[in-house]
């Protein structure tokens, strides 16, 4: 069984970005086959905890402020033939952040779920210190889809 630890910044960007999708279903596939354990410092508990609704507020907050800045553009410089079809299919699209949304919290509740599914290790006072220490040779991995 492989143990797997994850860093918060990488649950916190599986929680705001819908392609992580398919990583978070194969991430709870391999934990519900026992083929990996999941290891979760509580730092990591308690970051994640603080940070959520941030994440949840922000989703759709800046897809939104964008469209309607781009709404605005289309009305003010757009041809004019064209403009009540674009600006529909802007209000669609803007509409569609609203799932976005949705898609967010619906990560939130998953990875949270595999957070209570996980074998929690409580921070030690001998162990911040180490942390703390540069490490030379550390390899890190990126969880932005491609």
């Known amino acids: 069984m ?6 918060t910044c990488v649950w916190l960007d599986m929680a705001k970005d ?4 398919p990583t978070l279903a194969a991430l709870e596939g391999m934990i519900k086959s026992h083929d990996v354990r999941l290891i979760l410092p509580r730092q990591a508990v308690d970051e994640f905890a603080r940070n959520k609704e941030r994440i949840i507020r922000e989703s759709g907050k800046s897809l939104s402020s964008t469209f309607k800045r781009v709404k605005e553009a289309v009305r003010q410089f757009g041809k004019e033939e064209g403009v009540k079809e674009t600006l529909a299919t802007l209000d669609d699209i803007d509409h569609r952040i609203t799932i976005l949304g949705e898609a967010v919290n619906g990560s939130i509740e998953r990875i949270e779920r595999l957070f209570a599914a996980a074998s929690v290790i409580e921070t030690s006072d001998g162990v911040k210190p180490r942390a703390a220490r540069p490490t030379t040779g550390t390899r890190t991995a990126s969880a932005t889809p491609s």
């Open 2 to 7: 492989l143990r797997l630890l994850i860093n």
């Open 18 to 21: 819908y392609r992580h999708q």
